[in-house]
């Protein structure tokens, strides 16, 4: 273990200094509870009441965007009262009683609000500027926000307008393709409420989450957002990405930060919206696996080959009169006679020919169409003084596969209130429920049951024997395996995870000075996560049931000042400086039994089962963090600016010796079209030139790993009884500290023509050190691994976001954003001793490598050269192989093949570049959405073990019939054997289950239409829009399987994501949606 | 205000004695190496823990039917397998490798995990204080034995393997060279069961699975037993040379002459425990009883109980997909060759049908509510480990699996005692014969006179009693001669070099002698070298 001697003096010294900070917020803190307690009872609204009472006139106008077009649906409401209206669909706008000294408000998602006085003037025209272009935007930095024009960071904002302009379930589904340097990658496949994974700028870390840190209104580190969040929900999402950004999430920071804003309550008219939709999924691709003429093909060249490769086990063999006891004539329940429609020879013992009785595709049968939809409804609206919102959403997703759902139900509530004119109160309240089926590793069935057998069979004894009304395995024919058919699996096997979640935060605003204000939040996150799972008594065993019960306590108190200040006219600060404890603590309670007499209770009655030793276990633990931050912005003259951050953050989770860390960042940004110089070129309508340095850090361990265990174990078999013993269980590590990352940035922001074009360009570089490593430590001496700070990681890559406004002028309108992203990882430094780590080398699997001067996510593998020829027997023999064996290089030449000694890096599960092309259009009424995703220079692995190498164990692909022949000796798929037979077979991961999983995907095609305004009024509503969408409509790989991207559940892994085992399949999806304004 | 200051100064003091622990973690889930054992509970618990491997014996090796008993009998060149899964082709080949399935790594692990809980035990247990001293030595007895029957298995199966006999206190150790297996049977294994035979351990049999003296005596016999042999004997005439890592081994012939007081010393003890079981009465299904556990000619067993933890081998040993039994698998990977079972007597007990292997059963009510016969099987399968209940009711067993039991004890007897004589020591005939014909006369076949007993007859009489129960590879490897296979009896004996077993398709040379260092640990561990003639090697090797 490494051991650096520690400078304490400068900590000490800082402590102090933190500890002297700490109570002066706590003296603010708490003076400012008093005040509140003391004076919420005289809260009075007495200021409104004289400006709606005064009398004034009428004022109208047009509201339009700067292009001229006309705005319909825009909120127009006198300042601090309730009168407003909405404008109409040429954008005019008219209200009564506005007095003269009145200010009017205008707002519409998507634009910049504005103030205008009104002066006297009866008519007020306003151009509002559109959020996500409008260069004064403001973006979220954590802690605060900043003017799009001041911020140094990387910082993407994605407006709700933008992120919801297709139908999706997760906040991950809405970000696809729309911000570069963001990689969400489906993992589920299809799989209802499957979540994605997102990485931002790469991995950081092979043993660690790279999950990004979701921060909710405030809540830092809320859990199950993508599963939980409702994206109707979402106001606007801003993604932190450089370490100016995210340096102020300190030890949470280095995966880059997914700030989210939802929705609140407005000032003005009441508004009511409504959106929904429903949805039919319906299966793209397919997995091609035989028919039931092919399997019986495969059978007789089996066993025909079978001596071959091995002694053959008769009994398996019931080709005819050569067979065993039992032959296709004595097998009624699977073979009828042949009716000259089989193309296959299959004689019984009685000499007659037969065929299968069945020929099912399982495809068809558990893959359906499927019908979601999707609900939401909000209420927003409020005053000056106070506003609120509420909102519930309903989400059922059907999958295509039987019985497959997620179900989610949301409610928020928010309300903000001016207690005094220099207090501001804010607070929500969420919950979320969502449910998912268990849907692991199920859809293998359907490619390794085989045709010949049925769902059930016939309640017919006389012709099905002991097989009459049962369910169809792969056993019924003696040669398969017991693989129950999906169906069967559906019925017997089943298991819901619930998540439930409850948010809240209470935000106190004081404006101590014009210029210095001071917040304090107390949030919380409690998160509930239920599994129950059954598996039935049929399904080969006693029934087995099971709960899992877990929760999780979140809650955070922040406590930080800002100073707001222009010296000068030219020096504009911006300076926070703060506090915060947050602490997480959960408990895990699991049970279960087994042993039911039927299948009544499933998990509904544990202790119906008569399990000698039910299964009962429990745990629980914490952990904390302390932090002080502070940041503060400088800007001369709006040309100069400069950010400077600093957090502190003490983890539990770490060594005695180092629980705290300190992580800084610097930025610098010139906005060059300030300068006169720039300014005279018409064209360049925005210029700034960014770089930023600093530190983030990572402490995604599990608590306690510091520690070293003795482990109990108390069903030690000893005679009749059994008895409890303890034993070393952990390696521990007194030493072990936050892993960093250090990141470099330099980006240009470019606007031309207006801002008719706009274009960030971003290159970067991260070097993550101290990485937080499970080391792999002899088996002999140790457990076998222990978490140290071992190892680097480098990131580096560009980043190219594109917006233009194609077409702006009269109708028709067609902006274009445009995403690229690159990011090439490598690992540099990997354990004490830089061995090479390898993951899941045993067969069946996709072996992925961590090795010094590669990427995170390698595959390793064999080069498989095709089969042994006739012509290559003697070379053949040396490795104990025949012609037809499949054929593999021979790295060392030692007349060996094993993995590790003749393997190499074969393929990525990381691609080189990730493209959004999204396309908007509108005209008139109508309007159009296009989002186009290109991914290129990625590796998938789709594991044939089973289906290929392991012939005639069960079910098998089609492409087995390509196998090598005599007559075809060219193959990458050994001659066929019958595994369950007495014959062998070779399987290893390697360069025939990888293939290119670059692809071309339309992700989202969208045609909306909105009412007429005047037909809106006539039906009393002020906004109504009706869209077909489709989603995943085509899709162009190379690749097998059912989807380029994600993973089998069962086999995932967050470092190398393409690992396919027959994955649950992507549908395409349609649907039809509208959205009200009432 | 006074008010305001007071509530503001009770808040301050609140706040920060919170702030005191707010970092500190308190594991409340598992005890810590900094608890502390004083409790004769505390005692138990301490010298239970490192029983906890032994059950282990059947645990899986990775993929489908391939257990760790398969993984000690497929190199022998005499079991077979009708399927492909656990990669039995690899043995018949000779391409076997380190990273074969989970072959070595998990038996590896589970062997290195039993060294450590011993080491933590008795390194716990020596320092307890207030706990009274014939307790204390007779917990120390037991958990030496296990530590000491760990290593055997260790060194018998690998050669040299890195010693280490106390808790690791610093990773930055974690990484040790193979030590001489010399030195470790010298200075680890024999030591602790010599221990345990002097400790205050009971000198009576073991009836609930806990070590006794007569556990750690049979132990120690076959450990001297073992010793008298290979590759004790070469190592012992040049210690400095790397056998496991050149294969330069030469010596053949057994016994061995040097071995003599190894031979001695093993008499010593088996003659102690001669006697103190019979095998009048007792039948072949009593070995595949789990009431019969820990009883009649039993010695010393891995634990099972049903439901609680069950016997993973059991269902190996079935008939592939036969349907017989209530199990989900009927792996049929746990089968001796047909050449094998060709060389019993065919008027031996043991091979008469549902004695030791069967051909016939009926099908599971699982399949068939009314039993009818099922298809006969290609071949015999293994009958020992059919554990009727398990098979037919429940699908979980609790069978024991015996790592010594009488007949085995009775069987080493006979060949300490004739290797002895074959060494000049004055022997009665009767010492020689009266252990096999024992075993002989339970299963109904001649006795033998002394002079009709040569290493053919003990090792084939060893073959046909003790078949799968994990013993045939030592008994290769210490005498370095290997059975051939015939037809009503076994043809003769061959050296181990040069000998081509039925199944396979070359002869075993030197490499054979030991097996592949673990993959995981060649990755892991830097000063850790590869067997002669194995993959993967170490880095530089």
């Not at chain 1, 926000?145 to 999706?168: E, W």
């Not at chain 1, 360009?761 to 101290?770: L, P």
């Not at chain 2, 003890?269 to 789990?290: F, M």
């Not at chain 2, 181990?496 to 070359?506: L, M, Q, T, V, W």
């Amino acid at each position: 273990m490494k051991k650096k001697p520690i400078p304490n003096m400068g900590r000490n010294l800082m402590l102090k200094k933190i500890s002297r900070f700490m109570k002066l917020c706590l003296l603010i803190f708490v003076m400012t509870v008093v005040q509140v307690t003391a004076n919420v009872y005289s809260l009075q609204a007495g200021e409104n009441l004289t400006a709606s009472q005064q009398a004034g006139k009428k004022v109208s106008g047009k509201v339009t965007d700067l292009s001229g077009g006309s705005l319909p649906g825009v909120s127009v409401v006198v300042k601090g009262t309730t009168n407003g209206v909405i404008t109409d669909n040429g954008g005019n706008f008219s209200l009564n009683n506005v007095p003269d000294n009145a200010t009017l408000q205008f707002s519409f998602v998507g634009m910049k609000a504005q103030e205008v006085a009104v002066g006297g003037k009866s008519t007020v025209n306003v151009q509002l500027a559109e959020e996500t272009i409008g260069i004064e935007e403001v973006v979220a930095i954590g802690y605060g926000t900043v003017k799009k024009s001041d911020a140094t960071g990387a910082v993407n904002a994605v407006a709700a307008t933008r992120l919801m302009d297709k139908p999706a379930t997760n906040l991950g589904q809405a970000l696809q393709g729309k911000v570069s340097g963001v990689q969400v990658i489906n993992m589920g496949g299809g799989i209802p409420g499957g979540n994605p994974m997102i990485r931002i700028r790469g991995s950081n870390s092979i043993n660690t989450n790279n999950d990004p840190l979701f921060v909710v209104d405030g809540i830092v580190g809320v859990g199950n957002v993508l599963s939980n969040l409702n994206p109707d929900d979402i106001v606007s999402t801003d993604i932190l990405k450089d370490a100016s950004a995210t340096a102020i999430y300190g030890a949470r920071g280095a995966n880059g930060v997914v700030l989210i804003t939802t929705k609140r309550g407005v000032a003005g008219q009441t508004q009511v919206d409504y959106k929904g939709s429903v949805s039919v999924g319906v299966m793209q691709r397919h997995l091609y696996s035989m028919t039931s003429e092919q399997l019986m093909y495969t059978y007789e060249q089996a066993m025909a080959n079978g001596t071959k490769y091995g002694t053959i086990n008769s009994t398996k063999d019931f080709r005819g009169s050569t067979g065993g006891s039992q032959s296709y004539s004595e097998m009624p329940w699977l073979f009828i006679p042949n009716d000259g429609t089989f193309s296959v020879n299959l004689t019984g013992k009685d000499g007659k020919q037969y065929m299968p009785r069945y020929n099912n595709n399982w495809e068809s049968i558990v893959f359906k169409p499927s019908v979601s939809q999707n609900h939401y409804f909000d209420v927003r609206g409020g005053n000056d003084k106070a506003k609120y919102s509420v909102s519930i959403g309903y989400t059922n997703q059907q999958g295509i596969m039987k019985d497959s759902y997620f179900k989610r139900y949301n409610g928020s509530l928010t309300g903000d209130v001016k207690v005094f004119k220099w207090l501001d109160l804010s607070t929500q309240l969420g919950f979320m429920q969502s449910i998912q089926t268990y849907d692991d590793g199920i859809t293998r069935s359907t490619a390794e049951v085989w045709p010949i057998v049925p769902i059930t069979y016939p309640n017919d004894p006389a012709t099905f024997g002991i097989y009459a009304s049962r369910w169809g395995t792969n056993a019924d024919f003696n040669v398969g395996e017991q693989w129950y058919n999906i169906i069967f699996r559906r019925n017997q096997n089943f298991g819901l995870t619930y998540r439930n979640q409850a948010t809240g935060s209470m935000v106190l605003k004081a404006q101590i000075t014009k210029d210095l204000s001071f917040k304090s939040d107390f949030s919380f996150d409690f998160n509930n996560y239920k599994y129950d799972y059954y598996s039935g008594k049929f399904y080969g065993g006693d029934g087995s049931a099971s709960m899992n019960n877990n929760y999780g306590m979140y809650w955070q108190n922040q406590n930080y000042f800002n100073y707001d200040k222009t010296f000068g006219g030219d020096h504009t600060v911006n300076a926070m400086v703060g506090l915060s404890w947050s602490r997480y603590k959960y408990e895990n309670l699991s049970a279960s039994n087994s042993v039911f007499f039927t299948n009544f209770y499933a998990y509904h009655n544990l202790g119906a089962g008569a399990a000698a030793r039910p299964g009962v276990g429990s745990s629980d633990g914490f952990n904390a963090l302390a932090s002080y931050f502070a940041r503060a912005n400088y800007s001369y003259k709006g040309k100069y600016m400069a950010t400077f951050t600093g957090r502190m953050d003490g983890s539990s989770r770490f060594g005695e010796n180092s629980k705290y860390g300190f992580f800084p960042s610097a930025a610098l940004a010139w906005k060059a079209s300030s300068e006169d110089f720039v300014k005279n070129i018409a064209a360049i309508s925005n210029l700034k030139i960014r770089t930023s340095v600093g530190k983030t850090g990572n402490q995604e361990i599990g608590s306690y790993v510091t520690q070293r265990y003795v482990g109990v174990n108390s069903s030690i078999a000893m005679g009749t009884t059994s008895l409890t013993g303890i034993y070393p269980s952990s390696v521990g590590n007194p030493d072990l500290k936050w892993e960093t990352t250090t990141q470099y940035d330099g980006g240009i922001d470019l606007g031309l023509f207006k801002d008719r074009i706009t274009l960030s360009f971003d290159v970067y570089r991260k070097q993550t050190t101290d990485m937080l490593l499970s080391v792999p430590l002899p088996l002999s001496t140790t457990v076998g691994s222990v978490t140290e700070n071992y190892g680097s990681v480098q990131n580096q890559g560009f980043e190219i976001e594109l917006n233009t406004r194609n077409i702006a002028k009269g109708d028709l309108k067609w902006n274009t954003t445009f995403t690229l992203s690159n990011n090439q990882n490598k690992i540099t430094a990997l354990g004490p001793t830089g061995a090479p780590i390898y993951v899941q080398l045993g067969a069946g699997n996709a072996t992925t490598i961590y090795k010094i001067g590669y990427p995170i996510g390698s595959f390793f593998g064999l080069n498989r050269l095709g089969t042994w020829s006739t012509s290559e027997a003697a070379e053949a023999a040396r490795y104990g192989m025949r012609p037809g064996d499949l054929k593999f290089y021979d790295k060392n030449n030692d007349g060996k093949i094993d993995l590790q000694s003749d393997g190499d890096i074969i393929g990525n599960a990381f691609p080189k570049f990730i493209v959004g092309f999204n396309n908007t259009f509108s005209y008139k009424n109508f309007d159009l959405a296009i989002d186009i995703a290109i991914v290129q220079g990625v590796n998938k692995a789709f594991i044939h073990e089973s289906a290929e190498d392991r012939q005639l164990v069960s079910g098998g692909l089609n492409s087995t019939l390509t196998a090598w022949r005599p007559d075809n000796q060219n193959s990458q798929v050994a001659q066929i054997r019958p595994g369950n037979g007495g014959a062998y077979y070779q399987s290893y991961a390697d360069t025939h289950m990888l293939s290119d999983a670059s692809f071309i995907r339309g992700n989202n095609l969208t045609l909306g239409y909105t009412l007429p305004g005047s037909l809106t009024k006539t039906i009393k509503l002020e906004k109504v829009r009706f869209y077909l969408s489709a989603a995943n409509f085509f899709l162009i790989t190379k690749v097998e399987g059912y989807d380029p991207e994600g993973s089998s559940l069962d086999k995932s892994f967050a470092t190398a994501p393409n690992s396919d085992k027959y994955q649950y399949p992507n549908p395409s999806t349609y649907s039809f949606g509208v959205n009200v304004s009432f | 205000m006074v008010m305001r200051y007071f509530i503001l100064l009770a808040a301050l003091m609140i706040g920060f004695s919170g702030c005191k622990d707010f970092l500190v973690e308190k594991p409340t889930g598992s005890l810590t190496d900094k608890s502390t054992y004083t409790s004769d509970e505390d005692l138990t618990a301490l010298t239970m823990g490192p029983y906890r491997q032994l059950p282990n014996w059947t645990g899986g090796a990775t993929d489908w039917g391939n257990n760790l008993p398969q993984t000690l009998e497929f190199p022998t060149g005499e079991a077979w397998t009708v399927e492909a899964h656990a990669l039995y082709w690899r043995f018949q080949t000779n391409q076997v490798s380190g990273d074969l399935l989970d072959d070595f790594n998990n038996q590896w692990n589970n062997w290195f995990t039993g060294v450590r809980d011993a080491n933590f035990s008795i390194q716990m247990i020596e320092g307890m204080t207030g706990i009274a001293s014939d307790k204390i030595s007779k917990a120390l007895g037991e958990v030496k034995t296990l530590r000491a029957w760990y290593y055997f298995n260790l060194v018998r199966y690998w050669g040299d393997v890195p010693q280490i006999t106390k808790i690791l206190e610093n990773v930055a150790d974690a990484e040790l060279p193979r030590t001489s297996l010399k030195k470790i049977y010298d200075e680890v294994i024999i030591p602790d069961l010599e221990f345990a035979i002097a400790s205050s351990l009971t000198d009576t049999k073991s009836t609930n699975g806990r070590i006794t003296k007569y556990s750690a005596r049979a132990i120690l016999a076959d450990v001297y037993l073992t010793c008298a042999g290979y590759p004790y004997q070469e190592v012992n005439a040049t210690p400095t040379k790397e056998f496991c890592v050149s294969g330069a081994w030469t010596m053949k012939g057994y016994p061995v002459a040097t071995g003599k007081v190894f031979l001695q010393k093993a008499k010593a003890q088996l003659d102690i425990l001669y006697g103190k079981w019979s095998l009048a009465g007792s039948t072949y299904d009593d070995l595949r009883n789990p009431s019969k556990n820990n009883q009649g000619e039993f010695i010393f067993q891995a634990q099972y109980l049903s439901g609680v933890t069950n016997n993973g081998e059991i269902p190996c040993a079935l008939p592939l997909i036969s349907h017989i039994s209530m199990y989900g698998d009927e792996n049929g990977t746990f089968i001796p060759s047909m050449n094998y079972i060709n060389s019993y007597n065919p008027a031996d007990k043991r091979v008469q049908e549902k004695q030791f292997f069967f051909t016939t059963d009926n099908l599971s009510t699982k399949y068939d509510p009314t039993q009818s016969p099922a298809p006969k099987f290609d071949r015999p399968y293994l009958y020992k480990l059919y554990d009727t209940d398990a098979i037919k009711n429940t699908a979980k067993s609790g069978l024991n699996w015996t790592f010594y039991r009488y007949a085995d004890v009775l069987l080493q007897l006979t060949e300490v005692n004739w290797a002895l004589k074959t060494l000049g020591d004055a022997i009665s005939d009767d010492d020689i014969t009266k252990g096999i014909n024992e075993v002989r006369t339970r299963a109904l076949l001649p006795t033998y006179r002394a002079s009709d007993i040569s290493l053919k007859e003990i090792m084939a009489e060893r073959a046909y009693e003790l078949i799968f129960e994990s013993k045939m590879l030592w008994d290769q490897r210490r005498t370095r001669m290997c059975l051939i296979d015939g037809s009503g009896t076994f043809a003769g004996i061959h050296d181990f070099i040069g000998h081509k077993a039925g199944e396979f398709s070359f002869s075993f040379g030197p490499m054979n002698l030991i097996s592949p260092m673990p993959g995981s640990e060649i990755l892991n561990n830097k000063k850790c070298l590869q067997s002669f003639g194995y993959l993967p090697k170490q880095v530089g090797q």
